[in-house]
């Protein structure tokens, strides 16, 4: 068998995925994606999973990009294949439950690009982040070139991308390409408080809300708009709602059920 390369750990309404491959700073690799993948297929089918945080082995790495040792290999029909780095992101990012990346260390290249796949991203004080491919004389090609300039702007973006720049955590924060900063040992309790907050809200408030900003930040406001409409439409008819406007006029806490 082949050893596991991502540790799959339930904890109540999380699952925690962790990248583990320490001794090469969590660099991810063919098997790490089908691994990610599976995990995904696994927490999507667990109604006890409301929630996914991404994170790395140690305390060194969250993902210090794709494994550069694979990369001579690498042919020009290999970037247009079915579940490569890039459609793996696009379904977290779109992924049904809301996701976190708890960022432990270093997040380079493709870990970089994963952390901005997810939802929101709360950063250890001696995180790292930065996009360095062209040093090999390839691009992001994760949804680097794309995620990182709808967070941070076009011309941070360019001058992350053309320069190699690596940037700490402060810097992160300050940008808005991390939600929060924290000393390493509040990092995972920091992200225990964000979830318990989320999962406070009713689940299908929040999966049509996750929705509805990221769809809509693809397309023309009207159009936006719209689908705002129609996701609030959907609301509207559900238990949840009703139990949520009850639960604040008798100043109790809802019981949500997604319903």
């Given at each position: 068998?082949?050893?596991?390369?991502?540790?799959?750990?339930?904890?109540?309404?999380?699952?925690?995925?962790?990248?583990?491959?320490?001794?090469?700073?969590?660099?991810?690799?063919?098997?790490?994606?089908?691994?990610?993948?599976?995990a995904?297929?696994?927490?999507?089918?667990?109604?006890?999973?409301?929630?996914?945080?991404?994170?790395?082995?140690?305390?060194?790495?969250?993902?210090?990009?794709?494994?550069?040792?694979?990369?001579?290999?690498?042919?020009?029909?290999?970037?247009?294949?079915?579940?490569?780095?890039?459609?793996?992101?696009?379904?977290?990012?779109?992924?049904?439950?809301?996701?976190?990346?708890?960022?432990?260390?270093?997040?380079?290249?493709?870990?970089?690009?994963?952390?901005?796949?997810?939802?929101?991203?709360?950063?250890?004080?001696?995180?790292?982040?930065?996009?360095?491919?062209?040093?090999?004389?390839?691009?992001?090609?994760?949804?680097?070139?794309?995620?990182?300039?709808?967070?941070?702007?076009?011309?941070?973006?360019?001058?992350?991308?053309?320069?190699?720049?690596?940037?700490?955590?402060?810097?992160?924060?300050r940008?808005?390409?991390?939600?929060?900063?924290?000393?390493?040992?509040?990092?995972?309790?920091?992200?225990?408080?964000?979830?318990?907050?989320?999962?406070?809200?009713?689940?299908?408030?929040?999966?049509?809300?996750?929705?509805?900003?990221h769809?809509?930040?693809?397309?023309?406001?009207?159009?936006?708009?719209?689908?705002?409409k129609?996701?609030?439409?959907?609301?509207?008819?559900?238990?949840?709602k009703?139990?949520?406007?009850?639960?604040?006029?008798?100043?109790?806490?809802?019981?949500?059920?997604?319903?």
């Amino acid at each position: 068998m082949k050893e596991k390369m991502l540790q799959y750990g339930k904890e109540g309404k999380l699952a925690y995925l962790r990248i583990d491959r320490p001794e090469v700073r969590n660099a991810l690799n063919k098997q790490t994606l089908e691994e990610m993948s599976e995990a995904l297929d696994r927490a999507s089918a667990d109604p006890e999973v409301e929630l996914v945080v991404f994170t790395g082995s140690g305390e060194k790495a969250f993902a210090a990009g794709a494994d550069i040792s694979q990369m001579p290999d690498k042919k020009g029909i290999d970037a247009l294949k079915e579940n490569d780095m890039q459609q793996v992101y696009d379904r977290i990012e779109s992924f049904e439950k809301p996701t976190i990346a708890m960022v432990n260390g270093l997040a380079l290249g493709g870990g970089c690009e994963l952390a901005m796949a997810c939802d929101i991203r709360i950063a250890s004080s001696n995180a790292k982040f930065g996009l360095p491919e062209l040093n090999l004389s390839i691009i992001p090609g994760a949804g680097g070139t794309q995620r990182l300039t709808r967070l941070v702007g076009k011309g941070k973006a360019l001058e992350m991308i053309l320069t190699g720049k690596v940037i700490e955590a402060e810097e992160a924060l300050r940008i808005g390409l991390v939600t929060d900063m924290v000393p390493p040992e509040h990092l995972k309790a920091k992200v225990e408080e964000v979830s318990a907050k989320i999962l406070a809200k009713g689940p299908l408030a929040v999966q049509l809300a996750k929705l509805t900003v990221h769809m809509g930040a693809e397309t023309d406001m009207k159009t936006g708009l719209l689908l705002e409409k129609l996701s609030q439409a959907i609301l509207f008819n559900s238990e949840d709602k009703n139990e949520g406007t009850k639960a604040f006029m008798e100043k109790r806490r809802a019981v949500f059920q997604g319903k």
